[in-house]
């Protein structure tokens, strides 16, 4: 049980979480620094490692049979860490402000229903498994928060980087609705009343 535990891909998912608070710290040292740009830049690299290990950790897990209880279920909650937590200090920054926050709102909202409706139905005995859509709207969310996270640094170097950050996002949101109800949707013929 403990080599399980210990295999490379959930390392990989360990490792994704422990960079939620690495982020963090970039962006508590933004104005510490002389370059607020390198306080960028650093939480970027950080979330580039973490959102790759995304992908490799369900892959070898896989792809050399060492899929876990601990991995299935620690490997959904280190997205939401990620994601809900970066998301959270764009809109404390003012990155993300405006109109913009409800498409973070949005993908935070439908993270909290399916993550309590795996819950629930997982009581049930019931998989929900994950949709190619799905897929694509971590992609793309990844990506955006990507492009939001270079931010004003970003924006030196190709001034519509946060723009096209903000558009992504908002794609996210539209896909991250649909994916969601479409969840909610193969959840309701397994809840009674």
Known sequence: MASRALSLPNLLTYARIVCVPLVVLCFFMEGQLRSPDYARWSALAIFIVASVTDFFDG??????????????????????????????????????AGWSIWAAIVILCREILVSGLREYLAELKVSVPVTRLAKWKTTIQMVAVGFLLAGPAGDKIFPYVTQLGIGLLWVSALVTLYTGYDYFRAGLRHIDD
């Open 59 to 96: 892959y070898l897990a896989r792809a050399w049979q060492q899929t876990s209880t601990i991995g299935r279920m620690l490997d959904p909650i280190a997205d939401k860490l990620l994601v809900a937590a970066v998301l959270l200090l764009l809109a404390a920054d003012g990155t993300i």
